[in-house]
């Protein structure tokens, strides 16, 4: 009884303390008073993203935002683990107050999620709350945070904790651990894909480097292990299969504009360029701070006397940084998928992440036979440069930038509903943009003047005619599209500029678009929903195992 007490109440301090962090974080990015947009309008897509969340079951299209020109961004980015922002944001009853609660609760869950993990990894508290501060409070997450403000990158920060120790445990042996694998990769994958992919590549890695291992010499083991990894993918397939296969139909049938592309060669970081700017606080540098350097200095004292499964971290360390950089000849991968990652330092959250385990782990060893006062100090000693790093660069960051844009509770809902991109627009659509944002309607190819008003799920127009006319409306064209007439269902035609076209008799014409999920984007969804179902039920399976076999153990 008093052993449950004690974690009780051990876990309580560190939960505040945890809140207490994310809190003060959530403070330092709003210091300000109010939220400055310095590197992009990023947090303006996201805050459009979540915003339209509110009819995402029914539509994937909210006519309400984007611009009301009918975006698809729901279809071609993941929505699920943001869904909870919108919550948060009707609970607020203001999209600048939600976002910081969001914001708070984020670094909040990776603190947790980062604590949790480690803890069951190495079963040592210290190293846990070394390994929470150093990944949670990060040089390279501020950057994300605070300068690029990439909510969806950031938000699959959370998840990588669950992965890397799922991974260490099938890597291990315990190859029963494949369903947590599958829940956190789907989750990335619902997340931030373009995580997802370079988390998929780092496995990948460790995997050919279990050859170099005592453990991995066996045929037993190798069938194992492919047994598992055969499981996780199909899972992961299902569970994701929700928002790839919809995206897939329409990349088929419409040919879209994608992300901006970007030369992959030019936007990796330059080695010495990233070393000079690590010992230095601009997080506009996109670099690895300087307590990430002092864990390399750590790697390259101590990776000779280590376990095989330090090394193994500190080896995907040093790689995610030389991914990072022009050292990879990334000019000839300029032209194939992996354009899609535009910026080659992406790979250094990986590497902050490895290296926060690495460091973590080194100062637990140093400390692991002291007293407890001096593991305290340890960790405070950790926690109080961490913060220290965040304050610093944050103010740094805020007197030297100049905004963008500024958004106010005052401003904000103005800000929403204005903001538009171009991202996953129909390719045809590109060279007449500015008639498609200016909501120009046009009868026979000639600009007409006429009122429309919008739902959620709908785009409604009035317009009269004298004659049988070809109505091009500014609502983009993808699958899924429905239009009534005078409550008749209409053939939708494509028009040349990629917009909604219909064939209207003369009379007066009231006009209502909308759109719906397709037959195969339904049966995706459910699909993936019976995945999730299935995994949830064989996780919840495999804890009473365990928690059986501990309760044998504990008998005897």
């Known amino acids: 009884m008093k052993n449950r007490n004690y974690l009780t109440l051990k876990n309580v301090i560190i939960g505040l303390l945890f809140i207490v962090i994310s809190l003060f974080?959530?403070?330092?990015?709003?210091?300000?008073?109010?939220?400055?947009?310095?590197?992009?309008?990023?947090?303006?897509?996201?805050?459009?993203?979540?915003?339209?969340?509110?009819?995402?079951?029914?539509?994937?299209?909210?006519?309400?935002?984007?611009?009301?020109?009918?975006?698809?961004?729901?279809?071609?980015?993941?929505?699920?683990t943001i869904l909870p922002g919108y919550l948060i944001f009707q609970l607020a009853d203001s999209p600048f107050t939600g976002f910081l609660i969001f914001l708070t609760l984020i670094t909040f869950l990776t603190l947790v999620?980062?604590?949790?993990?480690?803890?069951?990894?190495?079963?040592?508290?210290?190293?846990?709350?070394?390994?929470?501060?150093?990944?949670?409070?990060?040089?390279?997450?501020?950057?994300?945070?605070?300068?690029?403000?990439?909510?969806?990158?950031?938000?699959?920060?959370?998840?990588?904790?669950?992965?890397?120790?799922?991974?260490?445990?099938?890597?291990?042996?315990?190859?029963?651990?494949?369903?947590?694998?599958?829940?956190?990769?789907?989750?990335?994958?619902?997340?931030?894909?373009?995580?997802?992919?370079?988390?998929?590549?780092?496995?990948?890695?460790?995997v050919v480097l279990m050859l170099f291992t005592k453990i991995a010499h066996s045929w037993r083991y190798w069938g194992s292990l492919f047994l598992s990894a055969g499981k996780t993918l199909l899972l992961l397939a299902l569970l994701s299969c929700g928002f790839i296969v919809p995206l897939l139909e329409q990349k088929r049938a419409i040919n879209t504009n994608r992300p901006a592309l970007l030369n992959l060669a030019q936007t990796a970081q330059d080695p010495l360029l990233l070393l000079k700017n690590s010992l230095q606080t601009d997080v506009r540098s996109y670099s690895l701070g300087i307590i990430a350097i002092l864990a390399v200095i750590t790697i390259?004292?101590?990776?000779?006397?280590?376990?095989?499964?330090?090394?193994?971290?500190a080896v995907a360390a040093l790689l995610a940084i030389f991914l990072s950089t022009k050292?990879?000849?990334?000019?000839?991968?300029q032209n194939t998928f992996f354009n899609y990652l535009q910026f080659p330092w992406r790979f250094l959250n990986l590497a902050n992440f490895f290296l926060a385990v690495y460091l973590s782990h080194i100062i637990r060893k140093i400390f692991q036979k002291s007293?407890?006062?001096?593991?305290?100090?340890?960790?405070?000693?950790?926690?109080?440069?961490?913060?220290?790093?965040?304050?610093?660069?944050?103010?740094?960051?805020?007197e030297n930038t100049k905004p963008l844009a500024i958004v106010t509770p005052q401003n904000i809902q103005s800000k929403i509903y204005s903001f538009d991109q171009q991202d996953y627009y129909?390719?045809?659509?590109?060279?007449?943009?500015?008639?498609?944002?200016?909501?120009q309607f046009f009868v026979n190819g000639k600009k007409v003047h006429t009122f429309y008003h919008t739902t959620a799920n709908t785009f409604n127009v009035k317009y009269y005619s004298q004659h049988p006319v070809k109505l091009d409306i500014p609502v983009l064209y993808y699958q899924g599209v429905e239009a009534s007439v005078n409550n008749i269902r209409q053939k939708v035609q494509n028009s040349a500029r990629g917009t909604v076209q219909l064939r209207l008799q003369p009379g007066v014409n009231q006009i209502e678009i909308s759109y719906h999920y397709t037959f195969l984007a339904q049966v995706s969804l459910l699909i993936s929903l019976l995945a999730l179902g299935w995994l949830l039920l064989l996780l919840v399976r495999s804890t009473k195992i365990i928690n059986l076999n501990a309760g044998a153990d504990n008998s005897e």
């Open 300 to 313: 390259v004292i101590f990776i000779w006397r280590d376990t095989t499964a330090y090394r193994l971290v």
């Open 371 to 398: 007293t407890g006062i001096m593991q305290l100090l340890a960790f405070s000693t950790v926690l109080v440069g961490c913060l220290t790093q965040v304050m610093l660069s944050s103010q740094q960051l805020f």
């Open 113 to 206: 999620s980062s604590y949790y993990f480690m803890h069951k990894f190495s079963t040592s508290t210290l190293q846990a709350l070394l390994f929470a501060v150093l990944y949670s409070l990060s040089f390279f997450r501020l950057a994300s945070v605070f300068y690029r403000v990439g909510l969806a990158e950031y938000l699959s920060y959370v998840f990588m904790p669950m992965v890397f120790y799922a991974l260490a445990k099938i890597l291990q042996g315990n190859f029963q651990k494949w369903p947590l694998l599958a829940l956190s990769l789907g989750l990335i994958i619902l997340t931030h894909p373009l995580t997802a992919f370079l988390v998929i590549m780092m496995i990948g890695v460790l």
């Open 25 to 80: 974080y959530t403070f330092l990015f709003i210091k300000p008073g109010n939220i400055r947009l310095l590197d992009s309008y990023d947090l303006l897509f996201h805050w459009n993203r979540i915003s339209s969340l509110g009819n995402i079951f029914s539509s994937p299209v909210n006519f309400n935002y984007w611009n009301h020109v009918g975006n698809f961004t729901n279809i071609f980015y993941p929505w699920l």
């Open 327 to 333: 050292l990879f000849p990334w000019q000839y991968l």
């Open 426 to 439: 129909p390719q045809k659509s590109l060279p007449v943009l500015a008639t498609i944002k200016q909501h």
